[in-house]
């Protein structure tokens, strides 16, 4: 990898992956308004978008070890740039929601690759703790800038505009990224796991449904879907997420770790924006501008969190992000029924430096699990944070209800505590 605009496009496009799981969100009242949709048609939004990321992330990663990353990446960024298209001149919610499901399938096809590219131009480890940091820390602020970026756009252009954005970055970012040239890899045999990735798609569907409109016939579609979901998996040759026994546990704990936090973050972020437009009155533009203190910290510490985790260890990095954190939702949690905004400001900019610091030693976490598999393994930890997402999303919008209820707001401060109890004790637990 010689040009150096090719780690720059790699990391764009990993920004513009998690962009769009966040950056709809202020612009849901304008689509609702457009678009002649309800609660459920709003929340399908985002979730369309990261139910097939999560779903399809793992076999992804098999997709770009067997036909090649390089590949997978640009297929994956034409895809996606076609489906943003789809998505801005969308006429109904049908087709928006279609178009989100499409960007969700582009994205988890080449979200795997643009790690595994840039970790294979290494030379060693502290190189590649490096990359990780990098890496970590262009995805950790493209959460809480969808948002901001989302206000902006929206109360200038309309909804239409969070969409057309994508166009042009993935125009450009193509181009370094199919003329680059990479180490050949050996070839491998492995075969994409299709039904294992089907019935994932199908579990997570159902259980985001089952959440936000409770229904015993899904319910039960469901418990099928995970039924031959683990059959299938046992049977399977190559399975969604096939690593050396000794890495399994390591795997799963890092996975655990980054599912619940995008469980908390996304779910939070839902209710935050929702907050600040519904509840405060605030403008697009001025509610994406409030959550800028928690965006600043995000690109800042990747680069720290890489040494600290050099200096003390990956999980006692996590587990001091995962207080610090805990401490900012819960001044989040003071501040909602108040008008304090230090307290407000503080729990934003907790929230966002240990979100800073978490996302890297979580993902290093999960490379290190693995290091003979590192496009299975990035999939596999990218897949949980997109599950914990959507799950999250689901979970904060049934408990907090539609905004103009009466009880939207205490729904709400017990959406913040419940993340700040969640993130407290995953602390506790994995210091070691």
């Known amino acids: 990898m010689t040009d150096r605009r090719t780690p720059f496009a790699l990391c764009a496009g990993y920004f513009l992956v998690l962009l769009d799981v966040t950056v709809v969100n202020v612009a849901l009242p304008s689509l609702g308004t457009s678009l002649h949709t309800g609660a459920s048609g709003l929340a399908w939004i985002v979730d369309a978008y990261t139910t097939p990321l999560a779903a399809l992330l793992p076999a992804s990663g098999a997709i770009g070890e067997r036909l090649g990353h390089r590949r997978a990446v640009v297929a994956g960024f034409a895809a996606f740039g076609m489906a943003s298209v789809l998505c801005a001149v969308a006429p109904s919610i049908l087709v ?3 178009g989100r499901g499409v960007q ?6 080449m979200l795997p690759g643009t790690l595994a590219l840039l970790t294979e131009s290494a030379v060693d480890e502290r190189a590649r703790t490096k990359i990780v940091a990098r890496w970590a820390a262009v995805g950790g602020a493209a959460l809480p800038a969808g948002p901001l970026l989302g206000g ?13 954005v994508n ?25 994409v796991d299709w039904l294992g990735a089907g019935l994932l798609a199908l579990l997570i569907g159902s259980v985001v449904t089952v959440i936000s409109a409770p229904s015993a016939v899904v319910a039960l579609l469901a418990v099928a879907a995970a039924v031959g979901l683990v059959h299938a998996e046992r049977r399977s040759p190559d399975p969604l997420v096939r690593v050396e026994p000794s890495a399994r546990r390591p795997l799963l704990r890092a996975c655990v770790v980054a599912g619940l936090m995008n469980l908390c973050t996304l779910g939070v972020l839902f209710v935050l924006t929702q907050l600040f437009q519904d509840v ?16 600043l910290p995000l690109p800042l510490l990747g680069p720290v969190a890489g040494r600290i985790v050099t200096v003390i260890g990956v999980w006692r990095t996590a587990s001091a992000a995962l207080a610090v954190g805990a401490t900012g939702f819960a001044l989040l949690a003071c501040s909602v029924t108040g008008d304090d905004s230090a307290v407000l400001f503080a729990g934003l900019v907790l929230w966002g430096s240990g ?10 976490a999960a490379l290190r699990s693995a290091p003979r598999s590192a496009g299975t393994a990035s999939g596999a930890s990218n897949a949980s944070r997109q599950l914990g997402g959507t799950i999250g999303v689901a979970v904060a919008g049934a408990i907090a209800g539609a905004p103009d209820s009466a009880r939207f707001v205490s729904h709400a401060t017990f959406v913040l505590i419940g993340a700040a109890v969640c993130f407290a004790v995953t602390a506790a637990l994995v210091y070691r």
């Open 96 to 98: 928006l929601i279609v």
């Open 152 to 164: 902006l756009l929206v109360q200038q252009l309309g909804w239409c505009s969070v969409f057309w």
């Open 355 to 364: 979100l800073g610091v978490l996302t890297p030693a979580v993902v290093t």
């Open 104 to 109: 969700g399938v582009a994205a988890a096809l």
């Open 167 to 191: 166009v042009p970055v993935i125009a450009a970012a193509l181009i370094p990224v199919a003329a680059a040239r990479f180490l050949p890899r050996p070839p491998t045999s492995r075969r």
């Open 280 to 295: 405060r009155g605030l403008s697009p533009r001025a509610a994406g501008l409030s959550l800028l203190p928690a965006m």
